[in-house]
C-alpha cells in the first residue's frame, strides 16, 4: 500500500545533514542501551536518558567478571579492526570475540561466577502456519501496526539513504517499501519479529565489507546452519559480550567527524543535525525521525523566505553579473533587471514588493523595470495577488514592467492568473538581454493608457 501511495517521497525530506544526526542519535542510543549488561546490573528505565541514570545509580553493584568479559571483546574486535586497517584485510572480529567469548564461557563456567548468558535457545526451524486473527485481534493491533508502520517507514527510508550517500549510490524506495512490505508478509506466517532496515544490523553488514544482496543471503544461510546444528553452544554466549559487541557497532554510528565538518561549514545545519541527534536519544526514533523532517523543512524554508534577490548588471567584459538588490541599484540609467532567488510562495512573495518598492523610490529615474524569472520555478496563488500589486506599483510609477527568462511552465501558471493579460504578451524576453535591446532600440511599444509609451 506504500508502494503504491508513493510514501517513499518521505526520504526526501531527509537531507544529508539529517541523517548524519539521526545515525548519531540512533549509535548514542543502542550503545547506552548496551552499557548495563557491560556492567553487570539492572537498569529498569526504557528511555536513553531514564536508562543512563539507573545505570549510573547501580555502578556500585558493577559485577566484575561481566566487565571482564566486555573488556576482553572490545580488546579483540579493536585489534582486529587495527590490523584490517594496516594490512587492508577483513578479519572477522565480531565473530572471532564471539567464538572465544563461548569457548572460554564453556570452559571456565563463567555462569556459575554469577556471568549472565544467553541460555538455551530452541532448535529447528519456525513453523509455518496461518496466523490466528480475528476481527477483535485486528482492532485491538490496528493502532500498534500502524505505529510500527510509522517507524519502519521512516527508519528504513533514513537507513538506506544514509548509507547510499556514504557509497554515492543511487536507491529506490519503491522497491525497499515492497521487500519490507513481503518480509513483513512473510513474518506473519512464521511467528518471527517484525522486520525493519535496521542501522546496527547494516553497520555490521558494511564493516563485513558486504555490498549486495548475497550478504543478506550468505546470513540467511549462516542462521539456517546455527538453528539446526549449533544452538547448543550459543546458550554459553554471556549476554557481557553480546552487548559489547552491540555497543562497538553502536559507537560506529556515532558521526562526530561529519557533526564538526557540519558545524565547521554550516552552523544552521549543525543546529538541525544536533536537534536530530538529541531528538532520537530522548524521543526514540520514531519521533526523532518526525522531528528531523520537520526540522529540514523548516530549514528549507528559512532558506528560501530569505532568497539572494540580486540586480543583474554587465562587467566590463560584457557579461551578466549580480550585485546586491539595495535601494536605488540601477542596470543602467533608467533601467533596473531584477532577479528573485527562488520561487515565488505565500512566505517570501511579499519580499518581492519590498524590493520592487525600494528599487522603484530610490535612485535615479526608472523607465523600465525586467523581473528575470530564472530562479522561479513556481508561483502559488498568493504570490500571484502580490505580483499583481507588482505590476499596479510600477504603472503607478510609470514603469514599464517586463519579465525574461519565464518558464513555461510557470508562463502558463501567469496566463491563468491573469498577469499576462495585465502586463501584455509583448513584456515576454527569452532573455535580460533580449530586454535590454528592446529599452534600447524601443521596440516594445505598451497598448494601454495605463502604460507609458518605452523610452
Known sequence: MARLARLGFLANFLSRTVLVGFLTGVGIQVAAGQLPDMLGVTAAGRQTLLKLADTARALAHVHWADVAVSIAVIVIVVAARRINRRLNRR????????????????AWDLAGHGVAVVGPVPRGLPSLGLPALGRHDAAALLGAAISMFVVILAQSAATSRAYAVKYEESLSEATDLVGLGAANAAA????????????TKTQIVDNAGGRSQLSQLTASAVVLIVLVLLTGPLAYLPEAALAAMVFLIAVELVDAKGMRRILALRRYEFAVALLTTVAVVVLGVEYGIVLAIIASVVDHLR?????????LVKSPEGHWQPVPAKPGTRTED???VYRFGTSLYYANASRLLDDIEALVARGGPLHWLVIDCAAIGDVDYTASAVLLKVVEHAHQHDVHLALSSVLDPVRQQLDRYGITKVLGQDAYFDTPGQALEAFHSGEAQLTTDHRPTAR
Open 303 to 311: 532558506h528560501s523566505y530569505t532568497p539572494l534577490n540580486s540586480v
Open 91 to 106: 578479519i572477522p572480529g565480531l565473530l572471532i570475540a564471539a567464538i572465544i567469548a563461548i569457548i572460554a564461557s564453556w
Open 188 to 199: 506473519a506466517f512464521s511467528g518471527t519479529f517484525v522486520v525493519n532496515g535496521s542501522p
Open 334 to 336: 533608467g533601467l533596473v
